[in-house]
């Protein structure tokens, strides 16, 4: 006779009952205390680094519950016992924080960190506001053993340790302690030899991150990191894609790319020195405009797609675009050392190469489109239209979010009169980089005049393209 086999819903339910047979109630510690595996929510890592004679120094202070791999002892309604867990600080610091960061002196990969100090410290500790107080805390005699002190809310301090050659050499740091926490945000602190700080904040790993870098090292990270940002930004892309659907030859295409790149250039490098509105409103005004501005040029490829003023709409919107691109930007200086207009220029030069290795396909593409897939004019307008659905949601999204800004009317003050002096100058640099843009192409138009059907791009309508 075939045996028959037991229902599935019947042995998880035996399963279950059996794990809470065997299962102790309350485990080893109080009710509230976190098991050993669970993750703390949201966690602050402070840190510094300083090279000092002979060694390079990482002081660090993290939550004692982000070492979860481990019961820490506890007392009373769950109160950490200093006494019996300081044993365990080394040992738990070494493989939870020495063993996610690497440490570099010029291009060399130090020695792993080694821990040389542990302790545990209350919340409200000040010790870590400077890098001195920090290590003479941590070097102090440890915490009463009959401190009431919750386990949850203990902080681990700890001072790790490598040889290094010079304390005038450059250094570079690998920190991966995103680990620590569902979400883990790091201060790191780097003291120089002169005893200035260089503050960087960050959610995450960064990856490698130099101290102090060389300006083609500064130059080399901007590059890659405005080259990967085109990448990313799937608005950029459907406005750039935008742009060029109707653009068959190389001198409307030279047009209408140079006026959006000088555009974007000048008010990104204005945010970034500051005349941009700081209030919390301005972000999230200009990512509602840059939907708009998707929608507004895929509409105006359906309706009208005249390339008369491409080149101005182009510029126009690429001023948008400008201050989106210095959002990404603000966030990254920290990572430029001293070179801040080195890093500035990166930046600008790796959008730069983003936008030309995306037109290296977008361009053949839409081509390829036209000519064996569809007629062009159907194309062109089945491609705007999807673009235009797409960013039409964006577009409403973003306004919603924008709504909730409280928009405050400001004080005419001292400040605000700076302020509208600052964007009357930004004002007139517009103005004279369209108005030297608008002579540029026309010269150089008039120099091409036998030619004038391809490149002055002034007189071509829906068979200008085909």
Known sequence: MKARRMPLGAVLALAAGFWMLVSPAGGSGPANAPAPHEIPADVIVRAFVKAEAGALRLVVRVPLTSMRDVDFPVRGPGYVDVEGATPMLTDQAALWIAGYVTLYEESARLPAPVVTAARISLPSDPSFADYDRAVAHISAPPLPS?????????????????????????????????????????????????????????????????????????????????????????????????????????????????????????????????????????????????????????????????????????????LVHGFGFSFQLRESLQFAGSHLFTSLLGFNLG??????????????????????????????????????????????????????????????DAAFGAAVLRWVLLLLIVIGAAWGLGALYRELSSRLGSQKGDVSGEEEGPSASN
């Open 351 to 412: 959008v730069e190469l983003g936008q030309l290795f995306v037109l290296l396909f977008m361009v053949p593409g839409l081509a390829f489109l036209f000519s064996k897939v569809m007629a062009e004019r159907t194309g062109s307008i089945l491609v705007s239209a999807l673009v235009a659905h797409t960013s039409w949601h964006w577009m409403a999204e973003r306004w919603s979010a924008l709504t909730f800004y409280e928009f405050r009317r400001t004080m005419m």
């Open 146 to 318: 009959g401190i009431d002190l919750v386990l949850e809310q203990a902080m681990l301090d700890v001072v790790l340790s490598t040889p290094i050659e010079s304390v005038d050499s450059r250094f570079s740091i690998d920190p991966a302690w995103a680990h620590l926490g569902i979400r883990t945000t790091t201060v790191l602190r780097f003291v120089t030899p002169d005893g200035a700080e260089r503050v960087f904040q960050y959610q995450s790993n960064p990856g490698r991150v130099r101290l102090d870098p060389r300006w083609h090292q500064a130059l080399l990270r901007f590059v890659v990191l405005g080259f990967a940002h085109i990448l990313d930004g799937i608005d950029h892309l459907l406005f750039l894609l935008c742009l060029v659907i109707p653009l068959r030859r190389f001198w409307p295409l030279v047009k209408v790319v140079t006026a959006f790149t000088v555009a974007h250039s000048i008010t990104l490098v204005a945010s970034v020195m500051g005349l941009a509105p700081n209030a919390l409103w301005f972000p999230p005004l200009i990512e509602m405009l840059i939907a708009v501005s998707i929608v507004f040029m895929a509409l105006e490829n359906i309706v009208g797609r005249t390339l008369k003023r491409r080149w101005m709409w182009a510029f126009g919107f690429g």
